[in-house]
């Protein structure tokens, strides 16, 4: 055989791209997940939806494990889809369960409903679909009789949405048991998938200035709010191409009729290279500063660090792109914004593939949704991998 010619598909893989999937029983068995509204700041909404993803990995026959979480955030789930006596580590299927959207979204601007070959709902697309996909594949892998190519861990966080800063010792600890990880975040146009992340930084902000009564000594007081605006407006226009910067959080003041002492606000910045993520954290670090009678604080957040693809995650994709030949998929593969908790596995130089949910767009909105067709090839792409990564 020629050294350039990859190995063949075994003959599990063979069968897993033949499941029986129909699009309506996978929307289905979404819709009670996309149903129990789990935003990140919601404890209770986010362990109850830990509880249901439990009860559905436990009647598949996992072993399933509830972690008390942490910080004042949700609990995680960690399922193992093994026989008895196997070694540990495999397969990780790392997901996360919360979601940008509060409770009452479902009532007030997004409810779950399917509109032609688009499905929406809050959390639908980022990420509920692609973990729901996945289970739903390894129920038919069982069904059908097709063992996993390892053992599969499937671990279930609560924080993945604020930059998992409960969690990320939980993941890198899990991951380094595991040979190969999966994500199945939301997929790339065109049936793409992720192969590495940008850097990311989060960065607490806090401007304090002089109170005073906002109607009888205006001028005598000096605006938190007001000095917060001209800095958020300064910190997004540092934004180039090697590195962006947002501020997407503010609050401040009390009393309209009070000149505000405190203003709160969080920033994000992103870069492709982790040099470029660095320097920014360093600049951003540097506005601390004292202005007379009033202050600008800069703490840093949560940080991602930024994935490159190595060799070893290129042979889990080039392993994608031959089983998407397979579905008549052409599968193509990027490096993307927008972190995840792949950053952390990718990093740490495990193979990783990102990217392995389901198709659709506008995550993080009251038009999220996902694409009816995509659910069918996506769900035997993933089971095709859990038999053969």
Not at 132 to 156: D, K
């Amino acid at each position: 055989m020629d050294a350039e010619t990859p190995p063949a598909l075994s003959a599990q893989a063979q069968r897993a791209l033949a499941l029986p999937f129909t699009a309506d029983a996978l929307l289905a068995a979404l819709r009670p997940w996309v149903e129990q509204e789990s935003p990140t700041f919601d404890c209770v909404a986010v362990n109850g939806m830990m509880t249901l993803a439990a009860r559905e990995m436990a009647v598949l026959g996992a072993r399933v494990e509830r972690i008390p979480g942490r910080m004042g955030l949700g609990d995680c789930i960690r399922a193992r889809f093994a026989p008895p006596g196997a070694a540990e580590g495999g397969i990780l299927v790392l997901a996360h369960l919360d979601t940008v959207h509060p409770v009452g979204t479902l009532a007030s601007g997004l409810p779950f409903r399917q509109e032609g070959d688009r499905a929406f709902g809050p959390g639908i697309f980022d990420m509920k679909g692609g973990t729901v996909l996945t289970l739903r594949a390894l129920e038919a892998l069982a069904r059908a009789g097709i063992a996993t190519s390892r053992p599969v861990t499937v671990l279930l966080t609560s924080d993945e949405e604020i930059g998992s800063p409960s969690t990320r010792d939980l993941i890198e600890a899990e991951a380094a048991r595991h040979q190969v990880v999966l994500v199945p975040e939301p997929g790339r146009a065109g049936h793409g998938v992720v192969s590495g992340r940008y850097a990311i930084a989060r960065f607490n902000l806090r401007t304090i200035g002089k109170p005073s009564h906002a109607g009888a000594q205006l001028s005598a007081g000096r605006s938190a709010v007001k000095d917060m605006a001209r800095r958020l407006i300064a910190i997004e226009d540092m934004t180039t191409e090697a590195c962006t910067y947002s501020v997407g959080v503010m609050h401040g003041g009390q009393w309209v009729n009070c000149v505000p002492t405190y203003c709160d606000a969080q920033a994000l910045t992103m870069a492709k290279r982790q040099p470029d993520l660095d320097a920014a954290v360093e600049k951003m670090l540097a506005m601390n500063v004292a202005d007379g009678d009033a202050r600008f604080e800069v703490t840093r957040g949560v940080t991602r660090p930024v994935w490159e693809p190595d060799a070893g995650t290129m042979d889990l994709y080039g392993l994608a792109r031959r089983l998407g030949t397979e579905l008549g998929l052409d599968i193509g593969h990027e490096s993307a914004g927008g972190g995840s908790d792949g950053n952390f596995t990718g990093a740490m130089g495990i193979p990783t593939l990102d990217g392995l949910g389901v198709l659709g767009g506008n995550a993080h909105t009251l038009n999220e949704h996902i694409l009816m067709d995509s659910l069918v090839p996506r769900a035997r792409l993933m089971a095709a991998l859990l038999a053969s990564a």
